[in-house]
């Protein structure tokens, strides 16, 4: 295994905006209620509002600041690897690298968005944030975050998740947070959805609703997001940015990248930097592809249309892929892969024809995982395994053409907290799921009436 690694004077210094450089503009965020475009006021008690700025920035490159570059150099500039003993498993020309995002504190590649957002809520006086979890990485994250700055966080974890994950749940509290199962009893939102399922193994959509309630109940309260939204994808950047001048070491440059996606924002932080090529016309050739859960199919069975981010409504209306607001995913283990919807920016890009979008079940994606685990060492989380199961359907493509391909894709996390879903795997029992049309149909038969806009 071959591993390219970068100095501290290596991180980068901006984030990188895609939105300047985008085929066409997005459609406004729109107000829950009054279905208009929304403004930097209606987002002022939810989010601080240097977060807000950059929700809205026309600017390419957005300065990081130094307090939370500090903070980022405990484990950034993070490695660059060339799988080359899983290129001799599978006796492919291709070349195979992964960019590792396992090595933060938290295990995933999100503290890149947690410091930053923690840190400009505190700078502004905030005391505590509320967010939402799937698999508990992003709760893991804020928690840490919060720990480092000062700030409370308070977590509501997808219930199917809490209960696969205890560990997740005593991570975030080691860090000071504190840990709901959603749907929980602390919210009507909450209780809502326990009066009509009390069984509900809950969604991201009914954890963001739950945290977003909170939020606004409390003055001295904000909310942080984990995915989906521009400044959470801005954050990420520096996933991409580093392993482009990595390649660059290692002589090479991607004739596709893969990442997995929940949200959008691990996929849309490896892949943005490297779409700025293409979409400048910079290089031309490189493939993109999305690697999504079968059980949760957002690009590749969702409707391009005006949603809700959350179950109750709450949030701002985004122009996305959607499954609908009130899908409820089956309980697959890729627990932070069960969101309803997409990054608008990553959508658009993917109904523009520059993403490819692949969809596969838990056992496909476990059985690499494994391989991987033999071949390189590494665990890696049930959402990461679904990018590699991603590039491994390249490599073998490149086999059977007999071609050379360079293939880039994103370990977002490790699977130290997963075992009990690698226990199911070993044993036969892991369950793959059948989505039938008609549960999709049901769920976007309520997506909200909004009437075509042009910008």
């Known amino acids: 295994m071959k591993k390219y690694l970068l100095s501290e004077d290596d991180l980068p210094a901006q ?13 406004p965020p729109l ?36 307090e939370v570059r500090d903070v980022l150099k405990i484990w950034r500039p993070s490695p660059l690897y060339r799988a080359d003993r899983l290129e001799k ?3 492919t020309p291709a070349k195979i690298y992964f960019k590792y995002e396992a090595v933060s504190p938290a295990g995933s590649h999100k503290p890149n968005t947690a410091i930053p957002q923690v840190f ?29 700055f000062g700030v409370e966080v308070t977590v509501y974890m997808v219930k199917a998740s809490f209960q696969q994950k205890p560990h997740r749940r005593s991570l975030m509290e080691t860090w000071g947070g504190e840990v709901f199962a959603s749907p929980s009893t602390r919210t009507q939102a909450g209780l809502k959805i326990l009066a009509d399922d009390p069984d509900s193994p809950g969604s991201l959509g009914i954890a963001i609703s739950e945290a977003v309630e909170d939020a606004l109940a409390h003055d001295d309260t904000k909310f942080a997001l984990g995915s989906a939204m521009n400044h959470v994808v801005l ?7 580093e392993a482009k001048r990595q390649l660059e070491i290692a002589g090479d440059y991607p004739d596709v990248v893969v990442g997995c996606v929940g949200g959008g924002s691990n996929y849309s932080g490896l892949t943005f930097p490297f779409l700025a090529d293409t979409l400048t016309g910079r290089r031309t050739g490189t493939r993109f592809i999305a690697a999504e859960p079968s059980a949760c199919p957002t690009l590749t069975r969702g409707q391009y249309a005006y949603d809700y981010p959350d179950t109750a409504g709450l ?24 969101f309803h919807g997409d990054a608008p920016t990553l959508c658009l890009l993917h109904d523009e024809g520059f993403v490819e979008a ?19 060492g590494f665990v890696m989380a049930p959402e990461s395994s679904h990018a590699l199961r991603g590039a491994v359907a390249e490599a073998l493509a490149a ?50 009436n909004i009437p075509a806009r042009t910008v």
């Open 15 to 27: 984030w990188y905006n895609i939105l300047p450089d985008l085929p066409k503009p997005l459609l």
């Open 31 to 66: 107000h829950p209620v009054t279905h208009e475009p929304i403004t930097a006021a209606d987002l002022q008690p939810l989010l601080p509002d240097e977060v807000i700025a950059q929700e809205f920035s026309p600017q390419r490159w957005i300065d990081i600041p130094e």
């Open 89 to 91: 498993a599978l006796d």
């Open 120 to 148: 400009y809520n505190a700078r502004q006086g905030v005391k505590r944030v509320t967010t939402e979890t799937g698999a508990g990485q992003w709760g893991s994250a804020l928690s840490f975050a919060g720990s480092l």
């Open 235 to 241: 954050h990420q950047t520096v996933i991409g940015l």
């Open 315 to 338: 949030g701002p209306l985004l122009h996305m892929k959607t499954m609908g607001h009130g899908f409820i995913p089956p309980p697959i283990h890729a627990g932070g892969l069960r």
């Open 358 to 376: 692949r969809a596969y079940n838990q056992n496909e994606v476990f059985t690499e995982a494994v391989r991987f685990a033999r071949t390189e």
């Open 399 to 448: 086999k059977e053409a007999g071609e050379a391909r360079t293939i880039l894709f994103g370990f977002s996390g490790h699977g130290h907290f997963d075992m009990g879903a690698f226990d199911s795997f070993l044993a036969g029992r892991l369950e793959d799921y059948d989505l039938p049309q008609e549960q999709i149909d049901a769920a976007l038969a309520d997506l909200p």
